[in-house]
């Protein structure tokens, strides 16, 4: 691989192992937030904002007229504490629709409401600790890095994580995909939970089924807890554009989901979905860290459940509203990007992201954020999803995520800029040399247990 001349303050030199400098969840918030000032002059595709789909935003419209008309309901919003796992109805229309999306035999004691997604995992790390005691160093796994940049910083340092590299596997003509390595993953000894995003954020690929069957046995075997983040995923929002694997239940089982991607992220309701004793070890979590839960976003959600217009909403209007836009954006890649250069996308299953990966760029993934940062276009440089103790470096700054949650005019200008830059800074190769790029990436990686 290339190495690269970047002067960036995430340099390569970073010890393995180490919280980057630039703490990553923290620089794409601002970034997120920074455009919504002038909007005319930034491409934002970077950061995690679901689209303003005016078919959605119109039902949230409606939900918040109906709750203001109701003679009681804004009041009892606005004016109670949610007990602390929250309210009673929510949880039995969330245990409802994930009985009947994955046949889960879940009830209402089994789900917990946080405030949002975020703040879900921060009280799951509490719980690991706490179930780790203090003679341990807590360890999650991470078996398909790169992996949701939102965790990286949650558990402090030493970091908890320890990462696995999934392989880039090429799968066709400008398409690769991560896969579980499990010759890497078997050797890794000791660990408290195992954590993955799926569809996974960076890379909208979903698990597959073989992958998500085995890490439920492993989880099983190791009698450790299996954390799924579904921020993307079944039952809701469900932005896959591919028939979901079947996901089993086990008491190991932890589901992270949340009402953000389905276009309410100010509300911030995050859900868990695990056993009743783990979900009431979660509300007292909740109760320490918060009190209670916020109410509005489910009580706009609620009679959407139950009434399935949530289930036909992300059906009808979100996922095929994305899927145009996935194709938008892989349109406008092959139009911008140099032809003449070596450049992939990560299978786009779901989500909101294109993963790109570049073999041969010639600078940082973060210096190239820095360039198009300069020239009005905001992307996310892809070294900060790959963190953890044993997280390959040579790796790290070769991609980046693009999000194509944006208008079509946004989509078009960013790429095209973005191809625009790589013209210099791509070694112009054959497509597919006969040395696979794929040893460049992998071959930093060792594992050692505790
Ligand atoms: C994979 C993943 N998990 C969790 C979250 C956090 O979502 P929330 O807005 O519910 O805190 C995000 C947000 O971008 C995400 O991408």
């Avoid at 923290?26 to 005319?40: F, I, K, N, T, V």
């Avoid at 960076?202 to 009698?223: C, D, F, V």
């Avoid at 198009?372 to 953890?388: E, M, N, P, R, T």
Wanted: net charge positive.
């Amino acid at each position: 691989m290339v190495t690269g001349s970047s002067t960036h303050k995430c340099s390569q030199s970073e010890p393995m192992g180490d919280r980057p400098q630039t703490i990553g969840i923290e620089e794409l918030m601002r970034d997120l937030a920074e455009p919504g000032r002038r909007p005319s002059q930034v491409c934002m595709l970077g950061g995690g904002a679901p689209a303003r789909i005016s078919e959605v935003e119109a039902v949230w419209r409606r939900r918040m007229r109906e709750i203001l008309d109701d003679a009681d309901a804004f009041e009892r919003v606005v004016a109670c504490y949610e007990p602390p796992r929250g309210p009673a109805e929510f949880l039995d229309a969330v245990a409802a629709s994930v009985r009947q999306c994955f046949g889960w035999p879940v009830q209402r004691d089994h789900v917990v409401v946080t405030n949002g997604s975020q703040s879900a995992w921060f009280l799951i790390v509490q719980l690991l600790r706490e179930s780790c005691g203090a003679k341990r160093t807590l360890r999650i796994l991470l078996p398909r890095v790169p992996e949701y940049i939102g965790y990286a910083d949650l558990a402090g340092s030493p970091t908890p994580f320890v990462g696995a590299l999934a392989d880039p596997v090429p799968t066709g003509s400008r398409r690769f995909r991560h896969q579980l390595a499990w010759d890497r993953l078997r050797v890794i000894e000791a660990f408290d939970a195992i954590a993955v995003s799926s569809p996974g954020n960076p890379t909208g690929g979903l698990l597959e089924a073989e992958e998500l069957s085995r890490l439920t046995q492993w989880a099983i075997e190791r009698k450790v807890p299996l954390i799924l983040d579904h921020a993307y995923g079944p039952p809701f929002p469900s932005i896959v554009f591919r028939s979901t694997p079947p996901v089993p239940w086990s008491p190991h089982t932890v589901l992270c989901l949340s009402l953000s991607k389905l276009g309410l992220p100010g509300l911030r309701t995050g859900i868990v979905v695990t056993t009743p004793e783990r979900a009431e070890r979660l509300a007292r979590w909740n109760a320490v860290a918060a009190l209670a839960p916020g109410g509005l976003g489910p009580a706009i959600v609620t009679p959407l459940l139950r009434s399935g217009e949530l289930e036909r909403l992300c059906h009808d209007v979100l996922r095929p509203w994305y899927r145009e836009r996935r194709d938008r954006a892989l349109a406008f890649l092959d139009e911008y990007l140099p032809a003449d250069a070596e450049w992939y996308v990560h299978e786009p299953d779901g989500a909101f992201f294109l993963w790109l990966w570049f073999p041969t760029l010639t600078v940082s993934s973060y210096e190239l954020y820095q360039r198009l940062k300069a020239k009005g276009v905001v992307i996310v440089s892809g070294h900060y999803f790959f963190y953890g103790r044993g997280s390959p470096r040579a790796a790290r700054h070769r991609f980046i995520r693009l999000s194509y949650a944006q208008p079509d005019d946004v989509l078009r200008r960013g790429i095209q800029v973005l191809g625009h830059e790589l013209q210099s800074l791509l070694r112009k190769a054959p497509r597919f040399r006969s040395k696979s790029p794929v040893a460049d990436c992998t071959k930093s990686q060792t594992h050692r247990g505790r």
